[in-house]
Nanobody
Framework: VQLQAFGGGSVQSGGSLRLSCAAS????????VAWFRQAPGKEREFVGS????????NYSDSVKGRFTISRDNAKSMVYLQINTLGPEDTAVYHC????????????????WGQGTLVTVSS
């Protein structure tokens, strides 16, 4: 199983990026997927998730309204559109996959990508 995140980069405050995550080696349509991020010196933070069962999407309060998660089961891809970026969004963004329909914790995600770095300058 492999999850490959890409699309990060350096942007100015107010800018946008679209992160992508390519999954392989698993029955993607049967996995809930999520994005997490880890800023320098901070703990990993949940960003958003999308259930494989009903497509329900959850976001953390810190990104709600600015970030949009989506998935394409035919391509085994998950995306994260991030808008109105601020310096507080600087982090390594990881995608993760869980066989559970409603995973509640990071430990319930079995597979993790290596992450893609997003750097936002003010």
């Amino acid at each position: 199983v492999q999850l490959q995140a890409f699309g990060g980069g350096s942007v100015q405050s107010g800018g946008s990026l679209r992160l992508s995550c390519a999954a392989s080696g698993l029955r993607f349509r049967l996995y809930s997927v999520a994005w997490f991020r880890q800023a320098p010196g901070k703990e990993r933070e949940f960003v958003g998730s999308i259930s494989y069962r009903d497509g329900k999407i959850n976001y953390s309060d810190s990104v709600k309204g600015r970030f949009t998660i989506s998935r394409d089961n035919a391509k085994s891809m998950v995306y994260l559109q991030i808008n109105t970026l601020g310096p507080e969004d600087t982090a390594v963004y990881h995608c993760a996959a869980s066989p559970l329909a409603k995973p509640q914790h990071g430990r319930e995600y079995e597979h993790w990508g290596q992450g893609t770095l997003v750097t936002v300058s003010s």
